[in-house]
């Protein structure tokens, strides 16, 4: 048997390799805060992604610090 998984069904590995998006309404002016957030891998565009302008400063957002 796989020692990880092992160590998965004992709750040794939980949260340690699951990657966590927030998936909620963000846009460019919200998504530094959720990507600071301790624990948050990344975000999951939604609505925002649609308008190629939109989803530019999202990015752009995103990249700054």
Known sequence: ???NFQKF???EMLG???PVLYG???D???IRSFLQEAGA???LVG???LDPI???ALVQSASLG
């Open 1 to 3: 048997v796989d020692p």
């Open 9 to 11: 069904e004992r709750g």
């Open 16 to 18: 340690t390799q699951v």
């Open 24 to 26: 909620g309404s963000v």
């Open 28 to 30: 460019a002016a919200n």
């Open 41 to 43: 891998d990344g975000v």
């Open 47 to 49: 609505h925002a992604s």
């Open 54 to 56: 939109t989803f530019s």
